[in-house]
């Protein structure tokens, strides 16, 4: 959603401001992002003997069914959609440890989690049903034939007893 805000500077300049709202693809993101948990744990990977001692991994939780902000089409669209990433109880589930920081890696995680939400709430295209072409009919036939001829000939002529 846009909205455009016009200042006049004075008789000879003006100019336009133009605030897009947080609402896209009809899901309100700062909603769903309230409605996230977040848990950490240690993390294997690169950092060295940092890794041992501090909790970097960042896993997010997003309860489907309980989520305030999407529509129950949405919601089953995405349930749909999301079998790989859900838990037996209807909960979205996604991990990140590649960076070395735990605030990096919740950045990361909650921006895969909104684009594969935003994916998944696209609608599909319908398939536009095309018919075969009649040259192609044609050309299939005739291969088709020329397929039957060859074998024909390769067996073995018919004697008359």
């Avoid at 690169?46 to 001692?53: D, E, P």
């Avoid at 909104?114 to 040259?135: D, G, H, Q, S, Y």
């Amino acid at each position: 959603m846009f909205r455009f805000f016009y200042k006049t500077l004075s008789s000879h300049f003006c100019f336009v401001i133009v605030y897009y709202s947080v609402m896209t693809d009809d899901f309100n993101t700062e909603a769903l992002i309230k409605e996230l948990d977040f848990q950490t744990s240690r993390s294997g990977g690169k950092g060295g003997q940092h890794v041992n001692k501090t909790e970097t991994r960042v896993q997010v939780f997003f309860d489907v069914d309980a989520c305030q902000a999407l529509t129950d089409d949405q919601k089953s669209r995405l349930l749909k959609k999301g079998t790989s990433y859900l838990t037996s109880y209807n909960v979205l589930q996604m991990t990140c440890d590649t960076g070395r920081s735990q605030s990096a890696n919740k950045q990361e995680v909650t921006e895969k989690l909104l684009e594969f939400i935003k994916t998944a709430l696209k609608p599909e295209k319908m398939r536009k049903k095309t018919r075969v072409p009649r040259k192609q009919k044609k050309k299939r036939l005739d291969n088709k034939r020329k397929q039957a001829e060859k074998k024909q000939q390769r067996k073995p002529p018919d004697v008359p007893e």
